[in-house]
Structures are given as structure tokens and as C-alpha cells.
């Protein structure tokens, strides 16, 4: 997969099937968004391509963007899975936002053959939204394009989309999240050092910083696993299961919301290390308690149960491993082929 800081970048005398989307959460949306371009693509013998912007929208045009479901390295990751030849990290500006639909076409086309583009029903391009689905066929009927327009997914009486995952994250549904996104929620920040409380008590923990600000479940008690290394987030070299906290840690002076990572069979230092953590199973709300002993053995219970918890998953997984385009899907993350979110 080729990787385009601009649409203007992409190759010279290239046949192209375009789709143009944020992408944010890489969702089974937009999974099936994704199977129509591969499949169009081979129809229209072009080859399948993504537009999606740096920054995201809404931090130009509301002001700030919202929580990340998934991580950019990431998000390449599944594009690449899903068989996208090119994908375009335009950076999105006043200037971009301001292009008619008709200026955007005229840049996708210059130098290359534009075959279709591929949208959803509620997409549009261009100042205003202006280049509906309607709007573009009109385009393409002169020029000689085509438009494919996918049905949305249904979930639970709605549409899946990526304020649908986040308002389930936050409400503490994670079973419902997981059914929309296809696979277990995750985020990756940098392992920092934190007040090495967690040593003291015998559960040395990795504390977690991110780059941006990302779509975290409620606050709790976790069955995770976790990847770390290697050459994206989806190809870990290293993977282990664990448990996590996320929460402000009330049975001490409360402070900054936190997650905090305790990764079963690691002693190595992970500081500086991009970590990975799925969220396999919420396990209980967080809680004070009334003395350090008694928070180490609670711990202890919650550590046994999450070691139960990714067993028995480990053992549904070796009776049906699941491929993503002939590739294990790793770092807790399962796929399905031609489907990298099935659920």
C-alpha cells in the first residue's frame, strides 16, 4: 500500500475507484464501505483508493476533534488489510474545506482516470456539502466516472457509527462497542513513568500517555490484552494479557484520570514503548478501599479472574482461529477474511 501526504501526489496515469471519508474507528461500516471499493475496484480494473484528512474535520471546523477510536498507525494498518492500494493523509485546512466538489474532482483527476467513487448514503465532498451522491452521479455522467452508493449498516435499531461506539464506551457498554467496532476497543499512548505506586504494592504497572485525546471506556477495572513493538499495531512483536485500571485511583489522594496496565509474565522496562491495550472485559466499577491490604487483595482477585477471563478466550480462539487476508490478526485483535472487524 502507498501511503500520500496530498491528493496531488497520487501517480500520474493511474486508474482509480476513490472513497473519501474520515475513517475514524475503522468501524464494520466501514468495513463494508471498504469491501465495495476492493470489490468495485477489480470491476472497474482500477485500482481502490482512500482519501481521509489530517487533522480531523472537526478540529477546523467546530474547533477541536473528537476522542480517537483508533490509532492513525492503526487505521493504516486495517486500510492496508482491507486491500487499499492507495491511501491520501490529506491535511484537511480552511483552504481544503473551502473547494467546491467540482475543484476536489479536478484535483483527484488531474494527470489519472477517476473510474467511480464509492460513498455512503450521508457522505458528501466539498464546501457545504455540496457533492452529495445525487450531485456527484450528475458530475460523473458528464466525465465519465461512476458513483456506487453502499447502504449503511444497521446495529440495535440505528446506524454504526463512530459517536454511536464513543456514547457506548463512555456509558460502560462494552459488549456493544465490541459488536459495533468488530473487534475489542483499544488504545495506544506511550508507556510514561508514574509514581511506581503499583510496585510498592507487588502489580508494577505500565501508565499510559497519548498523543491526542482518545475514546476510553468508563472507569474500571479490565481484562486486557496488549501488544507492543514491531512494525504497526496491528503486527505486535511482543503480546501479553493483563489487567488494567482506568479511573482516578480513589483509595489514594484521586488525581488525573489514568490507565494503568499490569501485563502478566513482563519485567521488562517498558518505558517509551507504544503500547497497545484492548479492552477484553470490564470486571468491576472503580472503587476506594479502606487500606493498602485491602486493595492488594482485591487486586490479587481481580488478576486471577482476568487470567480466567483471557484463558478461556484463548481456548475459543484455538478452536477457531480467524485470518485476515491469510494473515493472523494479533495484539488481541480478531478478524475475519475480508472482514478485518468481524465480531
Do not use: K
Amino acid at each position: 500500500m502507498q501511503v500520500h501526504a496530498d491528493i496531488d501526489g497520487l501517480p500520474a496515469g493511474a486508474r482509480l475507484a476513490v472513497t473519501v471519508g474520515v475513517f475514524d474507528g475503522m468501524h464494520r461500516g466501514h468495513v463494508r464501505l471498504l469491501r465495495s471499493l476492493v470489490r468495485d475496484a477489480r470491476r472497474w480494473h482500477a485500482e481502490p483508493t482512500v482519501v481521509t484528512f489530517e487533522p480531523h474535520p472537526d478540529a477546523v471546523l467546530r474547533g477541536a476533534p473528537p476522542p480517537l477510536l483508533c490509532d492513525p498507525a492503526e487505521r493504516l494498518g486495517w486500510l492496508e488489510l482491507a486491500g487499499v492500494r492507495h491511501v491520501v493523509l490529506q491535511r484537511f485546512d480552511e483552504a481544503f474545506a473551502t473547494q467546491t466538489p467540482e475543484a476536489f474532482l479536478g484535483r483527484l483527476r488531474s494527470g489519472r482516470e477517476l473510474a467511480g467513487l464509492v460513498m455512503s448514503p450521508e457522505s458528501a465532498i466539498g464546501r457545504g456539502r455540496a457533492g452529495t451522491p445525487e450531485r456527484l452521479r450528475e458530475l460523473g455522467a458528464g466525465a465519465g466516472f461512476r458513483v456506487e452508493v453502499v447502504p449503511p449498516l444497521e446495529f440495535a435499531g440505528g446506524l454504526v457509527s463512530a459517536s454511536r461506539i464513543r456514547q457506548a464506551l463512555s456509558a460502560g457498554r462494552l459488549p456493544e462497542a465490541r459488536r459495533m467496532l468488530g473487534r475489542d476497543p483499544a488504545v495506544t499512548g506511550r508507556v510514561v513513568r508514574g509514581d511506581a505506586r503499583g510496585r510498592s504494592l507487588g502489580y508494577p504497572t505500565a501508565n499510559l500517555a497519548f498523543d491526542a485525546q482518545v475514546a476510553l471506556p468508563a472507569d474500571g477495572i479490565y481484562a486486557i490484552e496488549a501488544g507492543w513493538g514491531g512494525p504497526d499495531p496491528l503486527h505486535p512483536a511482543r503480546t501479553a494479557g493483563g489487567v488494567a485500571s482506568l479511573g482516578v485511583r480513589p483509595t489514594f489522594e484521586p488525581g488525573s484520570r489514568v490507565l494503568e496496565a499490569y501485563l502478566f509474565g513482563v519485567d521488562d522496562d517498558l518505558y517509551g514503548e507504544r503500547l497497545r491495550v484492548a479492552f477484553v472485559r470490564r470486571q468491576r466499577a472503580e472503587r476506594r478501599f479502606e487500606s493498602a491490604e485491602a486493595l492488594v487483595a482485591q487486586m490479587d482477585r481481580d488478576a486471577a479472574r482476568a487470567r480466567s477471563i483471557l484463558a478461556a478466550r484463548g481456548e475459543r480462539g484455538r478452536r477457531g482461529t480467524r485470518l485476515v487476508g491469510g494473515t493472523q490478526a494479533r495484539g488481541g485483535t480478531q478478524a475475519g477474511a475480508g472482514d478485518p472487524h468481524s465480531p
